[in-house]
C-alpha cells in the first residue's frame, strides 16, 4: 500500500517532465522548421531541380529525419548532463537530498535560455538585415559570445564553434539550472555550487568532445 501510495504521488512529477520535454523539443523543432524554410530556402533550391516539387521534398527529408532523431538526440544530452550533475551532488554526500528527475526538471527547464541565441539570429537576419547575406554570416553571428573578439580568418580554420559556445548564454545555464533546482529541493541548502561546478565539467567535456568530432569529419 505504501508502494502504491507512493507511485500515485510521483505520477504528476513525471507527468510534468513529460510535458517540459515534449514543448523543449516541439519549440526547437519549430525553430529549424523557420530556419529551414527561411534562411536556407535558396539553397534548398540551388540543390534542387529548380522546381517548388525538389524544394518541398528536400525540405520534407531534413524535416523527418529531424523529427525522427532530434528528440533521441536531446534527451541523451539531458541525461548526460543529469548525470555529472548527480555525481557532483554524490560527492557532498547529497545524493539523498535530490532525487535524479527533479534534476532532469530543471535542466529542462532552464534549456529554453540557450534557444535564446538561435531566436535572436532567426529575427535579426529574417527581419533586420538584407536578404543578399551568406549562411556562413548566418552560422558565424554570434554577437554575444567570443567569436566578436576574432578575426574571420581564425574562424575559417574550424575554432568558430568552440568560441561562440563561450557566450553570456550558456555561461548562465548552470546557474539557471542551479536556481530551479534549489527551489524545487530547498533541502539541497547553499551547495547548489556543485551543480554549477559539476555542470561546467560536462559543458566542457561535451563542447570538446563536439569540436574533436568537427574536426575528424
Same mark, same amino acid.
Given at each position: ?17 513529460? @510535458?517540459?520535454? !515534449?514543448? *523543449? ?19 534548398? @533550391? ?14 520534407? $527529408? *531534413?524535416?523527418?529525419? !529531424? ?5 533521441? @538526440? ?5 541525461? /548526460? ?26 535542466? /529542462? /527547464? ?28 548566418? $552560422? ?24 561562440? !559556445? ?29 551543480? *554549477? @561546478?559539476?555542470?561546467?565539467? $560536462? ?12 574536426? !575528424?569529419?
Amino acid at each position: 500500500m505504501k508502494l502504491a501510495i507512493t507511485q500515485t504521488s510521483n505520477h504528476p512529477h513525471y507527468l510534468k517532465i513529460g @510535458y517540459c520535454f !515534449s514543448a *523543449v523539443c516541439l519549440f526547437q523543432l519549430l525553430l529549424v522548421h523557420f530556419e529551414l524554410k527561411t534562411l536556407y530556402a535558396s539553397e534548398l @533550391y540551388e540543390l534542387s531541380d529548380g522546381g517548388e516539387t525538389g524544394i518541398f521534398n528536400g525540405f520534407t $527529408a *531534413v524535416m523527418k529525419w !529531424s523529427f525522427v532523431l532530434f528528440p533521441f @538526440y536531446l534527451f541523451l544530452k539531458f541525461v /548526460i548532463i543529469c548525470l555529472i550533475i548527480e555525481s557532483g551532488f554524490s560527492y557532498h554526500g547529497l545524493k539523498s537530498k535530490v532525487s535524479f528527475s527533479t534534476l532532469f526538471l530543471g535542466v /529542462i /527547464i532552464a534549456y529554453p535560455l540557450l534557444l535564446a541565441p538561435q531566436c535572436f539570429k532567426l529575427i535579426y537576419f529574417h527581419w533586420m538585415v538584407p536578404t543578399d547575406y551568406l549562411r556562413s554570416h548566418y $552560422a558565424h553571428f554570434a554577437p554575444l559570445s567570443m567569436v566578436a573578439f576574432f578575426t574571420d580568418r581564425l574562424l575559417e580554420q574550424g575554432t568558430w564553434y568552440l568560441l561562440q !559556445s563561450v557566450n553570456l548564454f550558456d555561461l548562465g545555464y548552470p546557474f539557471v539550472i542551479a536556481l530551479v533546482i534549489k527551489k524545487m529541493a530547498p533541502q539541497t541548502g547553499d551547495h547548489t555550487a556543485a551543480i *554549477v @561546478y559539476a555542470y561546467y565539467l $560536462a559543458y566542457f567535456c561535451w563542447m570538446l568532445f563536439t569540436y574533436l568530432l568537427q574536426q !575528424s569529419i
